[in-house]
């Protein structure tokens, strides 16, 4: 059984900073290409940052470049975002994604609210 577990979303002040983890099982990590995706109140959900497992070449939305870093961990089957000089427009539910060719699994996602 595939399993995705976000954890580490919550209140924070503007320019402040979050890290989101993301656990996952059931799943031959090198075969995917792992992400996170947002969505934000009334709006379609957006790719934020991918990681290939192999070599680990990342992948940046443009409102993010700079400010959010992507990683994996293969030995504790964990994809993390690290997001800094967080905006209130960041303010979303993060998902986390794992997608290969034939399959795509969606974690149940976790509440980033910016505010002060």
């Known amino acids: 059984q595939v399993q995705l577990v976000e954890s580490g979303g919550g209140l924070v002040q503007p320019g402040g900073s979050l890290r989101l983890s993301c656990v996952f099982s059931g799943i031959t990590f090198r075969w995917y290409v792992m992400g996170w995706y947002r969505q934000a109140p009334g709006k379609e959900r957006e790719l934020v940052a991918t990681?290939?497992?192999?070599?680990?070449?990342?992948d940046y939305a443009d409102s993010v470049k700079g400010r959010f870093t992507i990683s994996r961990d293969s030995g504790k089957n964990t994809v993390y975002l690290q997001m800094n000089s967080l905006k209130p427009e960041d303010t979303a539910v993060y998902y986390c994604?794992?997608?290969?060719?034939?399959?795509?699994?969606w974690g149940k996602g976790t509440l980033v609210t910016v505010s002060s």
């Open positions: 990681i290939l497992s192999v070599g680990g070449t990342t």
């Open positions: 994604n794992a997608r290969s060719n034939l399959v795509n699994y």
